[in-house]
Structure formats: C-alpha cells, structure tokens
C-alpha cells in the first residue's frame, strides 16, 4: 500500500486529523521497548483507526551505548519482528537518526494522522517522547498500555503517596488487578510500507550465546518454563530452571498480562513467579516517581561510605567484570554475564554484594557494567536492585547483611556444577588466588558504616 485508502469507515478522528480532500490517511505505530504483535494494546488503538505503518526508529545514541550483546539481540528481535509483519504485510519500516527527527519526516512522508505508541515510563524514553510529540506539532502521539500489568503512576497509598515499601505495593497491585490480553490481531490490520533504511551489520559475537528473539520464541520460553516448580529452583544457579523472561520482557516480545493471564487461568495458587513480576514493577513505579534514583542514591544517608578511586578503582573493578576475584562464585558470575548477558538472580545478588561490601567499589561503576552487558538490562530493575544490594535503595535491605561468597556457593550451588560451567580453570594454576579476605573486608565495612552512622 501508499499509505493512502479510500474513506470508507474512518472514524470522526481520522477525518479531522486527515487530509480533507477524501481519502484516509494511516497512522504509524512506532515499535519502542514492544517489540510483538500479540497482546499489544497500542497496536490495537492504531489498527482499529485505519491503515497502520509500522516503524522502528534506530536511536543512535542507545546503540552505542549499547555492549554488543545487546546490539546483536536488538537486531535480532527487530528481524523476527519484521519476519512476524511479512506475513500480513510489506514489513517493518526502519529508520536511522533521532527519533524527535525522523518521526515528523516519516508522518509528513506518508501524511499520517496520528503516530501510536506504548507508553514509556523510563526517564530517557519519557523525556524523547515529550519530545517527539512536540516535533510532530499537529499530528498526534497517542500513548496507548504500558510495558507494564499495572502503568506507573497509577497505585498509590491511601494518603495519595506513592508507595516506598514492596509489600504494600504489590498488595496494591495484586488488589488492582489487570486487564485481559490486548485481542490485537495482526491478520486483521491493514498494515502500510515504506522505504527502509539498512540495519547496522550484527556485531561479531564470539563465545556468547543468546537466547533465540523474537515474540515466537519467547511464547515457546513460556510455555516450556510454566509448570516449574519454580519456588523450589529459584534460587539455585546449577540448576538453571528460571523462566528466563526476563531478556523478553525488557524488549516487550511477550507482555507481563500475558503470563498474568496465564497463571490466572491454569496455576492460581502459584504465588512466587507473581511476586518476582510484581518486583519488576515496583522498581518501574519507583523510578517513575524518583527519576534521579537511576543514578543517585534512593537513600542519601548512606552517600558517604569511603569508596576507592583512581587506579585501586580500576583494578578492582576489573577484577571483578572479567571474573578474576578468586571467589568462584563471583567470577563465575561474572564470565556468566560475559558469555550469555545474563546471570541468575543468586548470583546477580551476590557479585553485586561482593563488589560493594568486599571490594569498596561504590554500586555505580558496577550497575553501569551490568546495563552494558545485560540482554535484559532495564534501568529500573537493575539500579534499584543495585542499590538495594548497597543498602541505599527502597525497602529494607540492612546495610549490615553482607553475603559471604563462599557459604552462599556452598548453599545453592552444592556440588560446584555452576561455578565449573563457567571456570574452566578453576582448581588449576591458572585459577587466581583471593584478591582481598572476606571476613577482613566485611569488618572495614561494617566499620566504615559504624562511623558513618555515629556521625549523624
Ligand atoms: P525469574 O526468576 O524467572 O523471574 C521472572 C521475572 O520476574 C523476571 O523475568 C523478571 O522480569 C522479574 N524479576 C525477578 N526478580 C526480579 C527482581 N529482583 N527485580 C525485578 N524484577 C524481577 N532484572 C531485569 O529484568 N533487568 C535488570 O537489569 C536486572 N538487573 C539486576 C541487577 C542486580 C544487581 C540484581 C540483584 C538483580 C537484577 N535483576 C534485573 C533482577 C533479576 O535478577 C532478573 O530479573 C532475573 O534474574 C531474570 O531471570 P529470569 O527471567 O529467569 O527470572
């Protein structure tokens, strides 16, 4: 299709925000962190308005910064998704450049009536679209659900705060409730083209091994993991039976409400895989009211920990990202994140506790390392799991909790399955001796955090 239909059913909409000279013109529905066709509400809102184009903007300033593994996964859930359009249509529209620039051309180009989107509540993607909906002057950005069962913004405590604490939250949440899936039927759209711009080459990737992309595979993900006694495997790295959704859900190849729905349907006393989706939207809410936590401290108190800096930094942090501590169960977290861009909740726990408490590195340097490698790297997740690991994020994590990296492997990883998959070199020469004692390191830390609190 051009783009442009005859009028036969437009909605009162269309003809006021349309050409007036007869003829309908499409929307755009602009793929963001929503990358599927089912459950999709925005694409729902932009189908039933008449011809839709759907485009994918490549933002220039997210790829670079983006670690390869991310790029790589991008551009691979970007072809599923235009594979899964071609079914229905001419594909997926990319574009290369500033979205606030390319949006306006490309609605100008094909004379759009509207641009639809799924609403973004991360500080970066809230401040691009304010201004993306001021470039496109009088064509409309019309924000239709959330990545989320619940949007942010929309719980809050009977006094009208926002809540700070977990439990009451997901109380709330669970008490809301959510709506059935989105009945979006790419069958039924009819779906526009345009001209494409060439995607980046994927970057080389050697010993890493992704998930397969895409909405396709991330259904099958789910329908493999649900039924997992998950309660009893959570917390156990060797034996590697978590749903890992999670690289999904940040890219939007599967929405929450469709596990949510699911679970509803088939398991509905399973109560543990609805908290860890609860977890996650939490630490969306959080964010959304607190955009400065991303990186500042959620609880300032703890700002004045001694941390170290210049070349100890350097070596220490290093240290750790390439998993040469000499504590197997950090390293081999660590060569975990490398090799897969991604780690178990345990151990993501762990190393994060290790490079704070053991190592005196303070929580950025080490969320900014994660956000980088992380396939599923998601700004609210990750710097609020960060800092609760550093004792200064919502709920209470007491500082003094400090996880011994060795008891912990003993306990959930018992017969050293885990650590060996990813050491090699572990029992040899080869494998390092410890870079700092851990009951040493655990007392400066519990001191430092004495003298801190005797300050105040
Ligand atoms: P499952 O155990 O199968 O859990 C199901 C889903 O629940 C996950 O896919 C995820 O969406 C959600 N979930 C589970 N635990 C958490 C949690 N603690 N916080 C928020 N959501 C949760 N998760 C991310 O998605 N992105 C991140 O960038 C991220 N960074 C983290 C950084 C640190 C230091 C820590 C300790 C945790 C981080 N997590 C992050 C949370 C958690 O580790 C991952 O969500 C989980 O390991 C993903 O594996 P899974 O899908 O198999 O999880």
Redesign the pocket.
């Known amino acids: 299709g051009n783009g442009r239909h005859d009028l036969a059913s437009g909605s009162p909409d269309l003809l006021r925000s349309g050409r007036q000279d007869g003829t309908v013109t499409s929307s755009i529905l602009w793929f963001r962190r929503d990358l599927r066709l089912g459950d999709h509400p925005a694409l729902l809102a932009a189908g039933d308005e008449g011809p839709v184009l759907p485009v994918f903007v490549l933002d220039e300033a997210l790829w670079a910064a983006s670690g390869r593994p991310r790029q790589a996964f991008l551009l691979r859930s970007l072809r599923a998704l235009d594979a899964d359009l071609r079914r229905h249509g001419p594909g997926l529209v990319i574009r290369r450049g500033l979205p606030e620039e390319v949006l306006p051309e490309l609605a100008d180009e094909v004379a759009a009536a509207a641009v639809h989107v799924t609403a973004d509540f991360a500080p970066y993607g809230a401040a691009r679209d304010e201004r993306v909906a001021r470039a496109l002057g009088d064509v409309p950005l019309v924000r239709t659900g959330s990545p989320y069962a619940v949007a942010p913004g929309r719980l809050s405590t009977g006094a009208g705060q926002p809540y700070k604490v977990y439990t009451p939250f997901s109380k709330a949440w669970v008490d809301h409730g959510w709506r059935a899936p989105a009945a979006s039927d790419p069958a039924a759209v009819d779906w526009v083209g345009a001209p494409v711009d060439e995607l980046p080459e994927e970057p080389e990737l050697v010993g890493v091994m992704l998930p397969e992309a895409g909405e396709t595979a991330a259904l099958a993900r789910w329908d493999e ?1 649900k039924g997992t006694p ?1 309660d009893d495997v ?1 917390d156990r790295p060797d034996l590697d039976e ?5 690289t999904y ?2 890219w939007g190849a599967i929405h929450p409400r469709t596990l949510l729905a699911d679970l509803d349907a088939r398991h509905p006393h399973e109560r543990t ?1 609805r908290k ?2 609860a ?2 939207e939490f ?1 969306a809410h959080v964010l959304h009211h607190w955009p400065d936590s991303a990186r500042d401290y959620y609880k300032p108190e703890l700002k004045g920990l001694p941390y170290v800096t210049g070349r100890e930094l350097d070596e220490r942090l290093g240290a750790w990202a390439d998993g040469r501590t000499g504590y197997p169960i950090v390293d081999a977290g660590m060569r975990q994140l490398l090799g897969e861009g ?4 345990r151990v ?2 762990i190393v ?1 506790s290790f490079l704070v408490k053991d190592l005196h590195v303070e929580w950025t340097h080490g969320a900014r390392h ?2 980088r490698h ?1 396939v ?3 700004l609210a ?2 710097q609020h ?2 800092q ?2 550093a004792g200064c994020g919502t709920d209470a994590a007491p500082y003094f909790r400090i996880f011994n990296p060795t008891t912990q492997g003993e306990r959930f990883d018992p017969d050293s399955t885990y650590v060996r998959r990813w050491l090699p070199e572990l029992g040899t020469d080869d494998y390092p001796a410890p870079i700092v004692d851990h009951a040493e390191q655990r007392a400066a830390t519990l001191e430092a955090y004495q003298h801190l609190r005797g300050q105040r």
Request: overall charge positive; aromatic content about 22%.
């Open positions: 993991f998950y959570r978590t749903s890992r959704l999670s859900l940040r895989f860890e989706l977890w996650r630490h991604w780690m178990h909740n993501r726990m994060a994660f956000m992380l599923d790297g998601d997740s990750n799991n960060w609760w690991v």
